[in-house]
C-alpha cells in the first residue's frame, strides 16, 4: 500500500532563509508524486508534480522539488521564504493504476519576520 | 472559472442528524473525491468516483454515503451525524489519468454537536 511521511509537522524559518520540507513515501512502483499548499482557510493548490522525467522540477511560486528513488524521497525547496509562504504544505502519492491518492500530514510552515 | 464548487461552507448540526455537503465541478472531470482533513492526520480520503454511476470506497467511508448521477455533481451524505465527523471536509476533482492533480474545493467546515 502506498504511504507518504512528513517528518516535520511544525517548520519555523526567518524571511529570507532556505526552505527544504521533507518528504518520503512507501511505494514500489514508480509513483506520481505532488506538493499542495494549503493557507488558512482555503483549499489545496498544487505547487508541482512529478511523474518521469527530470528529477528535478519546477513549480509555482519559486518552489522546487527532487525526486530521489534510491532515498524514496520528494523533498521540497525553496532558496528564500517569503513571509506569504506560511502556510501547511501536503506531500501526496499516487501511482499507476491506483485512482487514490495518499496524503501526507502535512507540514506547517511558520515565516518569523 | 469555478472550478470546484462546494456548498455550504459552514454547517453545524445535532448529533443524529443527516444532511448533504454539495459538490459541484465545471471542468467535465470524471474523477471526483472526497477528503476529510483533521489535524495533524492529512487528508483522508472517504470515497471516490470515476465516473457517473460508478463509486468507490476510500480510507474512513464509514457513516458516508455518495452516489454520481452526472459528471458534475459528487454529493458526500452524512446519515446519521456523529461528534467523530467533526472535520473539514474536501471535495477535489481530476481528469481520467491518475498523473494528473486534482483540483480542489474551498471546503466545509463541518461540527457535530
Known amino acids: 500500500a502506498q504511504s507518504v511521511t512528513q517528518p516535520d509537522i511544525h517548520i519555523t524559518v526567518s524571511e529570507g532563509a532556505s526552505l527544504e520540507l521533507r518528504c518520503n513515501y512507501s511505494?514500489?512502483?514508480?509513483?506520481?508524486l505532488f506538493w499542495y499548499v494549503q493557507s488558512p482557510g482555503q483549499g489545496l493548490q498544487l505547487l508541482l508534480k512529478?511523474?518521469?522525467?527530470?528529477?528535478l522540477v519546477q513549480g509555482i511560486k519559486g518552489f522546487e522539488a527532487e525526486f530521489k528513488r534510491s532515498q524514496s524521497s520528494f523533498n521540497l525547496r525553496k532558496p528564500s521564504v517569503h513571509w506569504s509562504d506560511a502556510a501547511e504544505y501536503f506531500c501526496?502519492?499516487?501511482?499507476?493504476?491506483?485512482?487514490?491518492?495518499?496524503f501526507g500530514q502535512g507540514t506547517r510552515l511558520t515565516i518569523n519576520p | 472559472n469555478a472550478g470546484v464548487t462546494q456548498t455550504p461552507k459552514f454547517q453545524v448540526l445535532k448529533t443524529g442528524q443527516s444532511m448533504t455537503l454539495q459538490c459541484a465541478q465545471d471542468?467535465?472531470?470524471?474523477?471526483m473525491s472526497w477528503y476529510r482533513q483533521d489535524p495533524g492526520m492529512g487528508l483522508r480520503l472517504i470515497h471516490y468516483?470515476?465516473?457517473?454511476?460508478?463509486?468507490d470506497q476510500g480510507e474512513v467511508p464509514n457513516g458516508y454515503n455518495v452516489s454520481r448521477s452526472t459528471t458534475e455533481d459528487f454529493p458526500l451524505r452524512l446519515l446519521s451525524a456523529a461528534p467523530s465527523q467533526t472535520s473539514v471536509y474536501f471535495c477535489?476533482?481530476?481528469?481520467?489519468?491518475?498523473?494528473?492533480?486534482?483540483?480542489f474545493g474551498d471546503g466545509t467546515r463541518l461540527s457535530i454537536l
Open positions: 511505494y514500489g512502483a514508480t509513483p506520481y
Open positions: 501526496a502519492v499516487g501511482a499507476v493504476g491506483a485512482q487514490k491518492l495518499v
Open positions: 471542468m467535465n472531470h470524471e474523477y
Open positions: 468516483s470515476v465516473g457517473a454511476g460508478i463509486t
Open positions: 477535489a476533482s481530476r481528469p481520467p489519468e491518475p498523473n494528473q492533480p486534482q483540483h
Open positions: 512529478y511523474f518521469s522525467g527530470d528529477t
